[in-house]
C-alpha cells in the first residue's frame, strides 16, 4: 500500500524558512517523480513544484521560483522541499504528490497523495 | 500561468448525469492528451479519477468518464450518487512543463 507521510508544517513568521518532509512507503521511490501542490484552506489546488525519479530535473512554479528548493534523497525514500522568505500568501496545507512516471519531461498527474501539513506564515 | 476554467458549482439528482467543463487553451488543454481529474471530499486529499483525458486508475468507478475537444475537457459522471458530492478539479500538463489547476468545481447532489 502506497503511503505518503508529511511533516514538518508550523506556524512561521513573514521571512522566516521552513523544511517539509514526504516519508513515503509502498512503492520504488527512486523509480517515480514526486511533487509538492498546496492548498489554501477553503480553495483551490496550486502546484508548487516536482522533482524527477532521480532528482536531475527540477520544475518550479513562477510564484515560489528563488524561494523553495525540492529535493530528494532515494536511500531514505523521503521528498523536501525547503522554502524562504515565506509570505503570507504562502500560508496553505503543502500535499505531498506521487506522479505516474519519472518525471524526465515535467509533472502530468499525481496518483497518490499524503494528507497534508499546514504551514501558517503569520506575525 | 492562468488558472483552468471550471463552473464554480454543479448539481443533480441521484441517478442522474452531469458534466463539469474545464477550458484552458492550446498551451495547455488543447496541446496535449495530459489532462487529468481529481475528487476531493471536505477535510481529505484529492484522489486521481482520471488521467490522460480518458483513462481511469484502478478502482475508480466506470460512472466517471472524461473527454477532450480543442481547449475544452470534461468529465462526466452518469448515475449520480450521494457519495459523489465533493470538489472536482482538472489539471493540465503546460508548454513550460508545469502543471495548472482548475479552480474548482463544487458537486452538490440534490
Known amino acids: 500500500e502506497v503511503e505518503l507521510l508529511e511533516s514538518g508544517g508550523e506556524l512561521v513568521r513573514p521571512g522566516g524558512s521552513l523544511r517539509l518532509s514526504c516519508a513515503t512507503s509502498?512503492?520504488?521511490?527512486?523509480?517515480?517523480?514526486m511533487s509538492w501542490v498546496r492548498q489554501v484552506p477553503g480553495k483551490g489546488l496550486e502546484w508548487v513544484a516536482s522533482?524527477?525519479?532521480?532528482?536531475?530535473?527540477?520544475y518550479y512554479a513562477d510564484s515560489v521560483k528563488g524561494r523553495i528548493t525540492i529535493s530528494r534523497d532515494n536511500s531514505k525514500n523521503i521528498l523536501y522541499v525547503q522554502m524562504k522568505s515565506l509570505e503570507v500568501e504562502d500560508t496553505a496545507v503543502y500535499y505531498c504528490?506521487?506522479?505516474?512516471?519519472?518525471?524526465?519531461?515535467?509533472?502530468?498527474?499525481?496518483?497518490?497523495w499524503g494528507q497534508g501539513t499546514l504551514v501558517a506564515v503569520s506575525s | 500561468q492562468s488558472a483552468l476554467t471550471q463552473p464554480a458549482s454543479v448539481s443533480g439528482s441521484p441517478g442522474q448525469s452531469i458534466t463539469i467543463s474545464c477550458t484552458g487553451t492550446?498551451?495547455?488543454?488543447?496541446?496535449?492528451?495530459?489532462v487529468s481529474w481529481y475528487q476531493q471530499h471536505p477535510g481529505k486529499a484529492p484522489n486521481l479519477i482520471i488521467y490522460?483525458?480518458?483513462n481511469r486508475p484502478l478502482g475508480v468507478s466506470n460512472r466517471f468518464s472524461g473527454a477532450k475537444s480543442g481547449n475544452t475537457a470534461s468529465l462526466t459522471i452518469s448515475g449520480l450518487q450521494t457519495e459523489d458530492e465533493a470538489d472536482y478539479y482538472c489539471?493540465?500538463?503546460?508548454?513550460?512543463?508545469?502543471?495548472?489547476f482548475g479552480r474548482g468545481t463544487k458537486l452538490t447532489v440534490l
Open positions: 504528490a506521487k506522479e505516474r512516471d519519472n518525471g524526465d519531461y515535467g509533472p502530468k498527474y499525481f496518483d497518490f
Open positions: 509502498g512503492f520504488t521511490f527512486g523509480s517515480y517523480a
Open positions: 489539471s493540465s500538463y503546460t508548454s513550460r512543463s508545469t502543471v495548472v
Open positions: 492550446r498551451s495547455d488543454v488543447g496541446g496535449y492528451n495530459y
Open positions: 490522460d483525458v480518458t
Open positions: 522533482i524527477s525519479d532521480r532528482g536531475g530535473s527540477k
